[in-house]
């Protein structure tokens, strides 16, 4: 088996990805049970109708979608087995481990019922529903981390470092930075070595890691949260933003200069967002560009070399974002968003 | 009279268009079958697609078997 044989399967599984008429078709749908009778006739047919069986309306979809993602990932992680794109596919699959490890301290943190807290985990990952339930057994954040420490789950050793501090100022965003951090700096450090497939892999770990800086550098300065703070939670190895640049970008006053400073980088389509979204600092639009800037990248590396990971990267992204686009439909259906408010909202690539 | 480097010809004609196809079809095939299996109603152009690589040997074939019959 080689790249030929996964390149194939994954062009193949992007044929069946819904179409642009397909989701505006779902758009003009009335409510949510038209919604779900048309998804019926879609590649998630054997999940909705699993579903049905066992709730309705939004959590009928919510289940699908989580059981049609986890599903995919776990066909394409077979098939590539004992491949060289396992080992880069994995590296894109950890990030529903730390997705779900985030969940699970989130929700024992406000103590929510494990029961919600499963309903909101995605097992594509490494560690799979035996394992996650058995996490969500435990009473405390506290005895979460110890459990992974237990299992030698490679998450543990960052949230152990990290705990004194969550335990002394009790803010969550300490142990989600330290996985965020683990998470992308073992990720470039699998790809250093010189190769075409790692250097695809490299740009975007690094690029996502862009990303994510600019994020925090906007809701840092949103919250007035001054620099020294501020630095603790930004992730390095970033591709386009070093420590100075980054540096540079919180000791900015407003939301506008940063945007404006990101105008001499890959970012300056953030200079085209309404002027009043800026100024009354509503970051979810700015953060909504920057998302939607990465599934373009991201679908975009089916343009790249055939015979590389590209494919499984853009499939990657192509997935994930009609997953995405589905579940903003159903929302927008709950809330009664009119279809040409909803279309605006949907990323189409 | 034919001397040694007739046969050895005909044998490198034949056989560089064998490894050719070989090769061909083990790239085609994989790709194939991955095609077949996301999407089983290609199998007949796949099935076509893996035999266009067979030129290639007949070809050889052919080289060969005119280097045999007609240098003298």
Redesign the interface.
């Known amino acids: 088996m080689d790249y030929g044989y996964i390149n194939a399967r994954m062009r193949g599984m992007k044929s069946r990805l819904l179409s642009h008429s397909t989701l505006n078709d779902l758009v003009t749908r009335p409510d949510l049970d038209s919604l779900i009778t048309d998804l019926e006739n879609t590649p998630y047919r054997d999940e909705i109708i699993k579903a049905k069986g066992q709730m309705t309306g939004i959590l009928c979809i919510e289940y699908a979608l989580r059981e049609n993602f986890t599903h995919t990932f776990r066909k394409i992680q077979n098939f590539a087995k004992q491949e060289e794109a396992e080992q880069y596919i994995v590296i894109f699959l950890h990030r529903w481990d730390v997705q779900n490890i985030k969940t699970i301290l989130r929700g024992k943190n406000i103590h929510v019922t494990n029961e919600e807290i499963l309903s909101c985990l995605v097992p594509a990952g490494e560690m799979d529903q035996a394992t996650l339930q058995e996490l969500l057994k435990q009473p405390d954040v506290r005895a979460v981390i110890d459990m992974l420490a237990t299992w030698r789950i490679r998450y543990a050793k960052c949230l152990t470092e990290a705990f004194p501090e969550f335990f002394r100022i009790k803010d969550l965003a300490v142990l989600e930075c330290a996985l965020d951090r683990y998470y992308y700096t073992d990720a470039i450090d699998s790809v250093r070595v010189p190769g075409y497939n790692n250097q695809i892999i490299r740009d975007f770990i690094q690029l996502e890691i862009d990303v994510t800086n600019i994020k925090t550098v906007l809701r840092m300065i949103r919250d007035h949260v001054g620099p020294d703070d501020a630095r603790r939670y930004l992730v390095g190895g970033g591709k386009e933003f070093d420590e100075r640049k980054l540096n540079h970008m919180l000791t900015l006053p407003a939301i506008e200069d940063v945007v404006k400073y990101l105008a001499a980088t890959p970012y300056r389509f953030l200079a085209d967002i309404p002027e009043s979204a800026i100024r009354t600092q509503r970051i979810s639009v700015i953060e909504k560009q920057l998302e939607r800037f990465l599934i373009k990248k991201g679908v975009g590396a089916f343009l790249l070399e055939p015979l590389s990971v590209a494919s499984v990267i853009g499939y990657f992204w192509a997935k994930y974002n009609e997953i995405t686009n589905i579940r903003i439909i159903s929302r927008c259906k709950t809330a009664d968003v009119s279809p040409d408010l909803l279309k605006e909202e949907l990323i189409y690539v | 009279m034919v001397g040694w480097e007739v046969p050895i010809g005909a044998a490198i004609a034949f056989a560089g268009g064998a490894i050719g196809t070989g090769w061909a079809q083990s ?1 085609i095939g ?6 077949i ?3 089983p109603e290609t199998a007949g152009t796949i099935i076509i697609l893996e035999a266009i690589p067979e030129t290639l040997v007949i070809l050889g074939f052919v080289v060969a078997a005119m280097i045999l019959l007609m240098v003298e």
């Open positions: 790239r994989a790709a194939g079958a991955g095609a299996a996301e999407r």
